[in-house]
């Protein structure tokens, strides 16, 4: 019941009860006035029931591509193949092959196949994770990475609490990243390896003889996520505190929303490729990965008695040669744009037909107040631009 006045509340409050709103469209503010938003109980859950149904979708989509085929494309080789194979079709003999009957009866063939990355499709990936891993295998290591982010979000909020400074969030969140690093390293191992028995304490063990070797790629890695992060919420804040904003505000914004979105595609994303390529460069020995590693990273770590340390030779070589993982992952983020903007479309379309189950004819009124609403928006907008163009026009005039 609360959250269908919770609702009811919203919708009400998205239109406000301005006389100039008869002016727009009266058959529409009348028949407004007259409606009573009130959802019933069952309508009320009946939203809310789907859209948690689809965020959980979603997350799941999330990890499943965004996690699990991301990490398994940034550490695929992509260089082919030689398969070596015995014919069925018997050798011809020579007429001195009595001589000789070690000779072999087929002949051997070798075939190259060229690098197709499992990676590459979604359906694709799935089933050959499916038939090494299980149907439940698209969802692996989900327990590392909600230790992960159970112990990253704490530290770096209670150091964010400490440094009260301007640049004191970035340093929180680069040292609380380089502090659960092995967490990482962990999850990334879990999600890698074939199916096997090892306990997270031993893959802990052997995360932490790397931790030296990966904490200063994990806390750039941090800073970069920080670095949208804020840029998206400098953002969104100056639209939402001021109610009228001006063309340059608008264009500010827009900038630094495409800004953000370059900068997580070639910086954010290419300082988490190779992180991962880090940590796989000490994966366990006695372990295979599930899909084929390229044999470029196992160069990235040498060991020095029991732990492990960045060999910067190949570590300078590599930081430039991320071409091939980094367009698998940029394909891999793509298809969830499209994955997400799919849902999110069939989410507003079911919503809209619960709506209409729960008000009938009386949605249409809603949208044609919503839409006089909007349009009475764009006219005070107008206004007040017109306005402050009169005030710099009479400012120039007093100049003169």
């Known amino acids: 019941m609360l959250v269908a006045r919770a609702i009811s509340h919203a919708v009400k409050r998205g239109v406000h009860t301005d006389p100039r709103l008869f002016d727009i469209d009266?058959?529409?503010m009348i028949a407004w006035k007259q409606f009573d938003p009130t959802l019933p109980w069952w309508g009320g859950s009946l939203l809310w029931s789907t859209v948690?149904?689809?965020?959980?979708?979603?997350?799941?989509?999330?990890?499943?591509?965004?996690?699990?085929?991301?990490?398994?494309?940034?550490?695929?080789?992509?260089?082919?193949?030689?398969?070596?194979?015995?014919?069925?079709?018997e050798k011809e003999k020579e007429p001195s092959s009595d001589d000789h009957p070690d000779d072999p009866l087929f002949v051997d063939e070798s075939t190259t196949i060229p690098a197709i990355?499992?990676?590459?499709?979604?359906?694709?990936?799935?089933?050959?994770?499916?038939?090494?891993?299980?149907?439940?295998?698209?969802?692996?290591?989900?327990?590392?990475?909600?230790?992960?982010?159970?112990?990253?979000?704490?530290?770096?909020?209670?150091?964010?609490?400490?440094l009260r400074f301007p640049?004191?969030?970035?340093?929180?969140?680069?040292?609380?990243?380089?502090?659960?690093?092995?967490?990482?390293?962990?999850?990334t191992h879990a999600t890698i390896a074939m199916p096997s028995d090892k306990r997270m304490g031993s893959r802990l063990a052997?995360?932490?003889?790397?931790?030296?070797?990966?904490?200063?790629?994990?806390?750039?890695?941090?800073?970069?996520?920080?670095?949208?992060?804020?840029?998206a919420r400098m953002a969104a804040e100056m639209v939402a505190l001021d109610r009228n904003p001006d063309m340059n505000i608008l264009v500010l914004t827009t900038c630094m929303s495409v800004f953000s979105v370059l900068y997580y595609l070639f910086i954010t994303v290419r300082m988490e490729i190779l992180l991962v390529r880090l940590e796989a460069a000490y994966f366990p020995i006695d372990e295979e990965t599930i899909v084929p590693m390229d044999g470029s990273i196992c160069e990235l770590m040498v060991v020095e008695e029991t732990?492990?340390?960045?060999n910067p030779v190949a570590m300078k070589k590599e930081s430039r040669g991320l071409t091939s993982p980094f367009k698998r992952v940029l394909l891999i983020i793509g298809k969830l744009m499209v994955i997400d903007t799919a849902m999110i479309l069939a989410l507003v379309n079911i919503l809209l037909l619960e709506l209409y189950l729960c008000w009938g004819e009386q949605l249409v009124m809603v949208f044609?107040?919503?839409?006089?609403?909007?349009?009475?928006?764009?006219?005070?907008?107008?206004?007040?631009g017109a306005a402050q163009a009169e005030i710099g026009i009479d400012f120039l005039d007093l100049d003169e």
């Not at 904490?215 to 670095?227: D, F, K, Q, R, Y």
């Open 167 to 187: 640049v004191g969030n970035y340093i929180a969140v680069a040292i609380a990243s380089a502090a659960v690093a092995p967490l990482h390293a962990a999850w």
């Open 26 to 28: 009266a058959e529409a």
């Open 206 to 231: 052997h995360a932490r003889r790397g931790w030296k070797a990966i904490s200063l790629t994990a806390a750039m890695w941090g800073i970069t996520n920080e670095v949208v992060i804020s840029m």
């Open 307 to 310: 732990k492990y340390r960045v």
């Open 117 to 162: 990355p499992l990676t590459r499709h979604i359906r694709t990936f799935r089933t050959h994770l499916r038939s090494l891993a299980g149907p439940l295998s698209s969802y692996r290591a989900l327990h590392y990475g909600a230790l992960y982010l159970v112990a990253f979000g704490s530290l770096h909020y209670f150091l964010a609490a400490l």
């Open 52 to 89: 948690f149904a689809f965020i959980f979708m979603l997350y799941t989509i999330h990890y499943s591509v965004g996690h699990v085929m991301s990490t398994c494309a940034m550490i695929e080789s992509s260089k082919p193949t030689t398969i070596f194979r015995i014919s069925l079709v």
């Open 368 to 384: 044609r107040a919503f839409k006089a609403s909007y349009q009475l928006y764009l006219k005070k907008a107008a206004e007040q």
